[in-house]
């Protein structure tokens, strides 16, 4: 699937050099972009244009209806994923959004449109994408070489970040210029072309479909060679993995007030700063700025993945705290760069880690199963959220997030002293970066090749929308 270089001392970038997943790539940045445009924008539109007085209820009510599908069809996304070709998945997910977005654009264009409207086609986009993101993380090793398993990964977190930059900066400031109906037309044009990308793709065989000799043929399409995967149910993956089940506990409660931060900006800027559209668009892009410079500078920060995230989340509650301390636009937008840092960097170390401790057969499952257990409390604290800032100021929001993510980040740096690889006396934490490990008979192991070091495992990561601190989706 690579093209062979001509200078083996410097290789191109795996998006230019393997034409395959180059393809997949921009498609994935186009749908996540699209997806992210809509919920930026429409959140606006619902606080600015339309809401009065109840502008928050209507915001949290948008943005739980675009998180719920992905918790509420895990074990359907999951099931899908492992037994129906990748391509046409991730092919039908994208069609089936842009259809959604014209129907919408179509609508807004004829006539008045109806808020139950937007919320429909909300849930419709956030359905697609619940099955595009997962099935695109276990369709990697479909597209690339096993050496660029890994960069293939990290190149697919930081441009989940970079979507949702572009989408969240275009998204307030589309709806101020053109409308519901030019952003939905907009969405619908980037799914649509995102769809017509992967079509051109030819997936390789998975590991399942290779044949007696062991090796894939890279020109087997996976529509007609795939073999459907044994079935795993979601309780039993998470029950084997009692350190990564308690990992993303403590990030779903995390969630439950950083994924807030989708409601409590729209509601801040219109209701403490005053701005419009591009005010809106400006802190988003702070946001989503930090996180693509966290997704590059991840893999240097030094410690366990526990520590560094526990630091993060630290670090997120101070700057999340800064707006209800001080109103004024360039300090939020900092205060939003350094918390969406805390974002790129937690994804990065995190799914590096999960990509050493899950097993390879259960991987398919649990990207799904990542997905909806960090997903779960994004429904609940768009509701409860929005329906605070309805009675209670942007600022004292701002500070009610920064008080929930402190026992989160105390409870993620306590971890490592119940998980251990073994019970022997001086075990080492099973999250400790490239170290060597001692046994409880006294052997001393190394990583596995698979165990690759995190600067190359997690290049520039929820649920969610996200990655491990909260996602964009």
């Not at 997949?24 to 809401?51: D, E, K, Y």
């Not at 994923?81 to 264009?109: D, E």
């Not at 293939?152 to 989940?160: K, W």
């Not at 989340?313 to 800064?322: D, E, Y």
Request: one cysteine or more.
């Amino acid at each position: 699937m690579s093209t062979p270089t001509a200078s083996p001392g410097r290789r191109p970038p795996l998006v230019l050099r393997n034409r395959a997943f180059g393809t997949v790539w921009l498609g994935q940045v186009l749908t996540q972009a699209g997806t992210r445009m809509f919920q930026v924008g429409t959140s606006w539109w619902l606080i600015g244009h339309v809401a009065s007085g109840d502008g928050g209820f209507a915001a949290g009510m948008l943005m739980a209806l675009s998180t719920l599908p992905a918790v509420a069809l895990a074990p359907l996304v999951a099931r899908a994923i492992a037994r129906r070709s990748h391509r046409s998945l991730l092919r039908g997910a994208a069609a089936g959004a842009g259809t959604a977005a014209a129907v919408l654009a179509g609508w807004a264009a004829a006539s008045d449109l109806p808020v139950v409207a937007v919320y429909a086609a909300a849930l419709a986009l956030a359905t697609c994408q619940a099955f595009f993101d997962p099935c695109l993380t276990t369709s990697v090793p479909e597209l690339v070489d096993d050496e660029d398993i890994e960069a293939a990964t990290g190149f697919e977190l930081s441009t989940q970040s970079l979507a949702s930059l572009g989408g969240a900066l275009l998204g307030a400031l589309v709806v101020d210029g053109a409308g519901v109906a030019g952003l939905a037309a907009g969405c619908a044009v980037a799914y649509g072309t995102a769809a017509v990308l992967i079509t051109t793709v030819r997936f390789r065989a998975p590991a399942s479909a290779e044949g007696p000799s062991g090796n894939a043929d890279a020109g087997v399409d996976t529509e007609t060679a795939a073999a459907p995967a044994p079935r795993r149910t979601l309780r039993r993956i998470l029950g084997r993995l009692p350190y990564v089940r308690a990992i993303l506990l403590c990030f779903t409660a995390a969630n439950l007030f950083t994924t807030a931060v989708f409601v409590v900006m729209p509601l801040y800027t219109a209701k403490v700063l005053h701005g419009d559209g591009a005010t809106v668009s400006l802190l988003e892009a702070s946001l989503g700025l930090g996180t693509l410079i966290g997704s590059f500078t991840g893999a240097r920060v030094p410690g366990r993945p526990t520590a560094v995230g526990s630091a993060c989340l630290g670090a997120m509650a101070l700057a999340l705290a800064v707006p209800g301390l001080i109103a004024a636009w360039p300090v939020i937008a900092g205060a939003l760069l350094v918390t969406g840092w805390c974002v790129g960097v937690i994804g990065v170390r995190f799914v590096a880690l999960f990509q050493r401790l899950v097993p390879a057969a259960d991987k398919p499952a649990f990207f799904a199963v990542m997905q909806a257990v960090l997903g779960a409390t994004f429904p609940v604290a768009s509701l409860l959220f929005g329906l605070l800032g309805d009675h209670l100021s942007a600022r004292t929001l701002c500070l009610i997030q920064a008080a929930g993510l402190v026992p989160a980040a105390l409870a993620l740096l306590l971890l490592p002293r119940r998980y251990r690889t073994s019970d022997a006396p001086g075990a080492r934490p099973v999250d400790a970066p490239e170290a060597e490990r001692e046994t409880a008979d006294g052997h001393v192991t190394r990583p596995e090749a698979a165990d690759a070091p995190e600067a190359e495992a997690a290049t520039p990561a929820p649920p969610a929308s996200t990655t491990p601190a909260g996602g964009t989706r």
